[in-house]
Structures are given as C-alpha cells and as structure tokens.
C-alpha cells in the first residue's frame, strides 16, 4: 500500500500538469502512447504471447489513431465516441456471460485483441474531443479524470471498510456493492464541487449528476471487462510496469469506458 500511494503521489502531479497546460496536439500524442502501452499489455492477455504477435496489434492501433487524426480530426470524432459506447455495452452484456471466449485459442484471442480497438480508440477520440473543447476543455478533461479517480478511491475505501456482498464474484470476487455506493457517492460529491469550476451555475447540478453517475457506472463496466479477460487470461495484473499498481491497463481500464461515455454526454446534454 505505501508503494502504492507514493507511486500515485508522484505520477497525479505529471498527469495533472500534462492535462491543463499540454497543447491539444500534444495531448492526444501523449494519450495515444499511455494508450499503447495498455494494448501492448492487452493483446498478452487476449492470448498472444509472442512479441511479433502483439506489435502487429499495436501496429494496428497506432496506425487507426493516427489516421483518425489526420483524416476524421475533429468532426468525425463523435461518431467515434458513439461506436466506444455502443461497444461497452455489449461488454457489460458479456459480462453477464463471463465464460464466452474463455477458452485460449487463436480464435478467442483475435476476438479479444479486435475488441481493444474499441476500447483504446474511442477512449482515445472522447479524450481529444473534451481537451480541445474551448479555453475550458482541459478543466472538462480534469474533471472526467477526477471522476475515476473518485470512483477508484471511494470504492476502495468504502468497500474495505465495510465489505458485504459481493458485485461480481465469479468476475472479481474483491468488488462489493459497498464499494459500488461509495464509489457512487464520491463521484457525485466530486460532480457538485466541479460545476462552479467548470463555468456552470447550479442550474446546471441536475444534468452534470447524471453524467457524473453514468460515467462512474461505465467505468464500473471498464474495470469488470479487463477483470473479466484477466481470469481468462489467469493473469493476476496486467503488466508489473508501475510499482504497486500492476500495468498501464489496469490503470486505464476504468478510463477505456468512462471517457467516451462522458465526452458523448456531454455532447448530448450541451454541457
């Protein structure tokens, strides 16, 4: 644990920094790396091993991001975001039948290694959409990371302390629906303080409560799905990349989900 705080107490402030004063363009270079480097770690877990088998993938990501950025940047964006969305939730329909493409064969491991197109890149398009959303879109990036960041936190500590019944126990027999609550709670807490930050008057508190909980429950989603193909995998982490919190993935996961949700609600609430 005091590996673990001390690694996120050193990475909050470079992040933190990276949002608010990085140029747009600089921004998405940045997020595509971090992103990368979780579908490097994920196409492991699919069940590709080899080195030369998960370039290709990450060949293929890094090569659909920068021709999105060149070709579609910005107004074919929300579609993007749109097709992350749709994509989560049939992930939260596969959760549900957590045994569909567990068995390891090439197979499985195609489907699962597709599936993190959809995952990387939408997350990857909702990032780029809420950065460069005006003098304010750095704060509205901020804000979509802090609500994870509560989400984690709340949940965490709630679940820890109070424990109970579990939320998905053949999935991630950690996760507690204390913890849901809790995690439930921060976000809206976090959502009430942010709305004056954010240029918006209290006019506004009802419609940001509702994308702060939809947000926080697909990251929820987020979180499950890279729990879900890490028992598959029979993977305890994803990677050993950051001290104390495993690989890059299981650090994004919950953003994977929760950022095209938030960016196309946004969009949607004209927030």
Known sequence: MKQRILTALLMLPLAIAAVLWLPTGWFMALVAAVLLLGIWEWARLSGLPKPHQRAVVLLLHAVAMAALARLAWPEG????????????????VWLGRSQLAGVPNRGNALIKSVAGLFMAVPAWAGAALLHADGDLGPRWMLYALCLVWAA???????????????????????????????????????????????????????????????TFVASVVG?????????????????????GHGGVMDRVDSLLAALPVFALGKLWLGL
Do not use: Q
């Not at 964006?77 to 939260?92: D, I, K």
């Not at 053949?170 to 976000?187: D, Q, R």
């Open 223 to 243: 979180d499950l799905f890279e729990s879900l193909i890490k028992r598959h995998s029979g993977a305890k982490d994803s990677g050993a990349l950051i001290p």
């Open 77 to 92: 964006f929300p579609s993007v975001v749109a097709v992350g969305c749709l994509w989560w939730l049939a992930a939260a």
């Open 152 to 214: 984690d936190t709340f949940a965490y500590f709630t679940g820890s302390r109070i424990g109970g019944p579990k939320l998905a126990p053949s999935i991630s027999p950690n996760k507690t629906w204390a913890g849901f609550w809790g995690g439930l709670g921060g976000v809206l807490i976090v959502s009430v303080a942010a709305t004056p930050l954010l240029g918006l008057d209290f006019s506004y508190a009802l419609p940001m409560l509702a994308l702060a909980a939809v």
